[in-house]
């Protein structure tokens, strides 16, 4: 049997997401009653980061912890990967000392190469072009708010990443529409377009994408790893702040995600963020969840 990973979000066919979704509210049941859930004792997770993060460390960490067993974190700079050692040697060696590996790292040919040479499940954490764990966290915390996904509609505002990808995949998988607003320059790679044009629609002005949106999401302008672009950047995005009068746009019971950290001002007014809409730190605390959840099913499988 191949080794199940979660590189990015069409690993896992709906059936499969369905699962995890339903052991993601037994999980998080359990975390809020203070009820022992231990079926990883003794199992070891290591977490592999070449970029910056609180969320995605916390939750692994807290979440590995919570679940019985151990985190190891590694990061560019300490270990020898900073130096140079092969990403399929580091796969390798690490694989034969834990049960299971998350990554964050750049591109997201790294983390195939290093899922092609590792006796265990990886995790994507986050890569340039993918970023599921959070956009399952979103998706998670959508139906927890709202019900069933399939058939509503998912406004996009923002810059064609990580996040808008994981989206456009999210849509193929739970049947929802994904409206897109990207600007000029800053449009989708159709390189990494992997979803059939009939999940997502492109708009010209963010406004439009937002008419009607059962939910509105955006992320911020520049990624990490692309921050010598951030003066062009705050030029182009000039208008796609999601504001007061595009969430007016959107349908009254509208949600607004933003995966964080986030720039109030920029993407998001803080009226938005901080508002009656926003359902930030339930995304955020979700994350803890729904990895936990993951941790589970890519080690034991079905329970
Ligand atoms: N949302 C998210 O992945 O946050 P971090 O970069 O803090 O991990
Ligand atoms: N798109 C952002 C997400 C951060 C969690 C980035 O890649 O930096």
Known sequence: M???????FSDFTLDEFEYV??????????????E??????????VMVFEKNSTR???SFEAGMHQLGGAAIYLNTRDSQLGRGEP????AQVMSRMCDIIMVRTFGQEIIERFAA??????????????HPCQVLAD??????????????TVAWIGDANNMLYSWLQAAAVFGFRLNVSTP?????????????????????????????????TTDVWTSMGYEDENAARLKAFDGWIVDGAKMARAAADALFMHCLPAHRGEEVAADVIDGPQSVVWDEAENRLHVQKALLEYLVLGRR
């Open 21 to 34: 979704i339903e052991r993601t509210r037994l999980i998080k049941r359990k975390f809020k009653n203070y």
């Open 87 to 90: 990403v399929e040697d580091a």
């Open 56 to 58: 995605t460390r916390l």
């Open 36 to 45: 022992p859930h231990h079926p990883l004792i003794d199992r070891t997770l």
């Open 184 to 216: 000029k320059g800053y449009d989708l790679d159709p390189q990494l377009v992997t979803v059939d044009a009939s999940h997502y629609t492109l708009f010209e002005h963010p406004s439009d994408a937002c008419q009607g949106a059962h939910l509105v």
């Open 139 to 152: 998706v998670f915390t959508y139906i927890e708010q709202r019900g069933s996904i399939a058939g509503r």
């Open 2 to 8: 191949p080794i199940k990973h979660f590189l990015q």
């Open 117 to 130: 040479n590792s006796r265990v499940p990886v995790i994507n954490g986050l890569t340039n072009e993918h």
